[in-house]
């Protein structure tokens, strides 16, 4: 796994796991963001991407695993504690007295890990720390408060009272995102689409956040437009010393953008590596799906281009040997099984 001993790691997920009843939105995934970077989510719509973020941010009670912001355990999920206690009471049936002995040590066990769990996140409070950029701009803004309102919003929620202080603040954050005060007083409804995502990133870094989590913020608006938020992002990631989850489906703008890139398929992490590596080297057949739909303006490679269709039943075998996140070569992590692990080494000359 990711190693997690760097202090540099600012944000650590481990063993993520959202269902919603029987729907696995997101399933065992593990990766870190380190602090200053912008860490690159993507996958097809529908692979857990938003609900990955939507978690991290606590929008969401995770079903199981664990989150650690600044080695703070902000989010912790109790079925894996609930899952190890069942199959512990069902094995006490056919147990012997020595063994029942011990299964109701780790019951009691468990029960105290849980209840640890449960008090130490609830105890920890991010909600300065991270904030999130939703993908509608439309549908993130009340439309019937002004932008001023909308600004303001999260300065008055931590508790600042001098109107001094937030005017000023809400002018200077809308100037710093490319708009002017005489918008301050406009509702949502009086911009275009790039204005309104303008007005949800202000929203944002005003609360001086050390970590935002863009949910495709740049996938509803017009190529032009994508190009002024992302570079927006860019510059004020390097003015604000920001780290940056950057959640898309777009790979040509998470390459331009990103650091390093985590690949999801069906609520899984399959491929995580630095954003060259990636592109140069994409070894999950999945990631090379993905890879080879991305578009060129050039008619002579688009005549020659070939598209991977990417068929899990028929390129993995995992009825006996079980796939898990391994690292093939230094940072590059895949989910593979041990035939698989080999073979991508070989690919590697490793």
Known sequence: MPNHQN???LLRVEHLCQYFKSVKAVDDVTFDVKRGEVFGLVGE??????TTGRSIIKLYDITSGDIYFEGRRIAAGTKSYRD???QAREEMKQADPARKAELKQFI???KNAMASAKANHKAQSCVTDIQMIFQDPIA???PRMTVYETIAEGLRIRGEKNKEVIDKKVFDVLEMVGLVREHAGRYPHEF???QRQRIGVARAVVMNPQMIIADEPVSALDVSIQAQVINLLNDLRHQMGLTILFIAHDLSVVKYFSDRIGVMYFGKMVELADSDELFDHPLHPYTKSLLSAIPLPDPVYEKQRKRIT???LAVHDYKTDKPTLREVSPGHFVHCNEAEFQEYRRQLGL
């Open 7 to 9: 202090e540099e790691v």
């Open 45 to 50: 719509s529908g692979c857990g991407k938003t």
């Open 84 to 86: 190890a206690i069942n």
């Open 108 to 110: 009691a066990e468990q």
């Open 140 to 142: 993130s803004l009340d």
């Open 192 to 194: 275009s689409g790039g």
């Open 310 to 312: 990417y068929d899990p």
